[in-house]
């Protein structure tokens, strides 16, 4: 993008015109393009110099090509001077293009100011500098809705038959938007569903509408459930942009650490079988002088089998997502998957590349991933456990702390149920390696199913129990993962992660009111309660009563 300031503007464009600032008092001022006028030009930037006529009449002036007027700026007087004025000597009609329009019809969005010496709004004086500086953050923020545009659906769209409008707020991050606050006249789904047939009828496909829970209201709707409110922005605004060709290039390398960090994950699976000087370099803090690293290279190969099960376990995790987001119409944007070299991986930031009609498709896709991850991470989970009572399958098994089951209570239940008292006992545990892609997986799909931000957990609380209840649970998570309570050595690691990359709630879906039943809800309770049980570790006293490791110390 190119911006222009005002002098430098000017001087480009010798139009021979002047803003005479000592007659007029400027209330605001808004750029004219060819899109309010059936054209489109990205190059069109055009200044203008104005005499105000009266309190309802401006002039535009701008430029004029083969396909007619291109654009201007609009000028808002304060009040009335004297009538107006004529051009200055030497602004003809060759040089500029003078439209008259009605000041009600305001259309477009804010544009960059000829240069004066001061600008004077409601009695407040602006040097040059601040009126640029105002006005470039106007342009380079998100476009606003057409204030004609916003007067013609008040007439036209809402009604005594519908809704009542009482009050119009900013809606969206940057007050882009317009919030229609008033009186639900009717079923709320009928009137929403009505409303937004009536929109693309007279707007076309310029504008997404969007039922909300009205903001600070103290009384609930008559009718029962929340009072709701109507947001209106702009589709280009509204909606995620298209993925980039930079994030598809970042997508692959983070795919491609996570390959590493899996195989890692399998190579120290194996470290009762390392060298030596390679456990010790890794485990011992005091250790400076690095090892060969070519005497890995043995142990890669049997590495594989734990790096495709995690491996396996994430991606299967997306396909969930994006089974369940096919049917909705709904688009998701590449996975960004997140290595880790104690889990193998952290998961994927999978991004919404479509607004969500409403609350339950939100529910139904967020949940459809960890559902789908967990269940193959418990299949592998019991599979290993029943081979690792085969002798047979000896020449697969690995040895591994007893104290590591002490991890999770619930996964280290099923342990000790399985494998028994006396296998959990000792030092060292011998497993299947199915165990450990299982493991990891359960714990990566349980720490998503946290309620925070944007993660899956956030997303199906938010979901199915509304904003303020993400809140609530967000601030105790954070305190649970801070104390260690949940995730354990995992806690803080996990917790950087999510303030650095998915702290933010997901934005409101079309329909952001109808509740999603109550068979989603409890679906949602008892996963929380089963990740608070993954996540959950055993602390030493418990342990030992359980037969959970074996703990030397209390």
């Known amino acids: 993008m190119t911006t222009l300031t005002s002098s430098s503007f000017t001087s480009t464009l010798n139009l021979g015109f002047r803003i005479r600032p000592n007659r007029t008092h400027f209330k605001r001022f808004r750029h004219h393009d060819r899109r309010n006028y059936g054209y489109y030009d990205n190059n069109s930037y055009l200044l203008c110099s104005r005499d105000v006529l009266s309190k309802s ?20 007087a304060s009040g009335n001077d004297g009538g107006g004025g004529n051009l200055e000597d030497g602004d003809t009609a060759n040089e500029l293009n003078l439209t008259e329009v009605d000041s009600d ?3 477009v969005p804010p544009g960059v100011m000829s240069s004066g010496p001061t600008f004077s709004p409601d009695g407040l004086t602006y040097n040059n500098f601040q009126v640029d500086s105002f006005k470039l953050m106007e342009l380079l923020g998100p476009e606003k809705v057409d ?20 009050k119009e707020e900013p809606f969206g991050d940057f007050g882009e938007g317009i919030l229609f606050l008033g009186n639900l006249r009717g079923n709320r789904e009928d009137v929403f569903a009505k409303l937004q047939s009536q929109l693309a009828e007279i707007m076309g496909d310029k504008y997404n509408l969007f039922m909300v829970e009205e903001p600070n209201s103290e009384n609930p709707d008559p009718r029962g459930g929340p009072r709701v409110s109507f947001g209106m922005l702009r589709k280009e605004v509204s909606e995620p942009g298209p993925t980039t060709l930079w994030q598809y290039v970042i997508a692959v390398l983070l795919f491609v650490l996570t390959i590493g960090s899996s195989v890692e994950l399998g190579i120290a699976s194996q470290i009762n079988r390392l060298p030596p000087e390679i456990v010790k370099y890794f485990t011992d803090p005091d250790a400076i002088e690095p090892p060969d690293m070519q005497l890995l290279y043995p142990f890669v190969e049997p590495a594989l089998p734990l790096a495709y099960g995690v491996l396996g376990v994430q991606l299967f995790h997306e396909v969930g997502h994006f089974l369940a987001a096919f049917p909705k119409n709904v688009k998701l ?27 339950k498709t939100k ?5 459809a991933g960890p559902f789908a991850g967990a269940a193959l991470s418990l299949s592998m989970f019991a599979v290993g456990l029943l081979l690792s ?39 060292t545990v011998s497993i299947h390696p199915l165990v450990i892609a299982g493991w990891c997986g359960l714990t990566t799909s349980a720490f998503n199913m946290l309620p925070i931000g944007c993660l899956d957990g956030g997303r199906v609380v938010q979901g199915a129990f509304g904003k303020d209840a993400l809140v609530g649970f967000g601030l105790t998570t954070y305190l649970l993962l801070g104390l260690g309570v949940l995730g354990g050595p995992l806690s803080l690691p996990w917790g950087l992660y999510v303030l650095i990359c998915q702290r933010s709630p997901e934005k409101p879906c079309l329909n952001d009111v109808t509740e999603v039943g109550t068979w989603r809800r409890t679906a949602v309770t008892v996963a929380i309660f089963l990740v608070v049980l993954i996540l959950l570790p055993v602390w030493d006293e418990l342990a030992e009563e359980l037969g959970i490791g074996l703990v030397t110390t209390f």
Not at 363 to 367: G, K, N, P, R
Not at 401 to 412: D, E, H, R, V
């Open 389 to 427: 009572l085969k002798p047979e399958a000896a020449a697969d098994m690995v040895q591994v702390p007893s104290m590591l089951f002490q991890g999770s209570l619930f996964l280290g239940l099923i342990s000790r149920a399985t494998l028994g008292y006396t296998a959990l006992h000792g030092a």
């Open 57 to 76: 009449t401006v002039r535009i002036a701008g430029l004029v090509d083969n396909k007619g007027f291109i654009g201007g700026l609009e000028c808002y």
């Open 363 to 367: 529910v139904d896709i967020s949940l």
């Open 105 to 107: 019809k305001q259309v």
């Open 333 to 359: 944007s590449i996975p960004f998957f997140i290595p880790n070299i104690t889990l193998g991986s952290f998961g994927a930031i999978t991004q919404f590349k479509s607004i969500l009609p409403d609350r």
């Open 147 to 166: 204030p004609v545009d916003v007067k013609l659906i008040k007439d036209k769209l809402f009604g005594y038959s519908t809704f009542w409008v009482t």
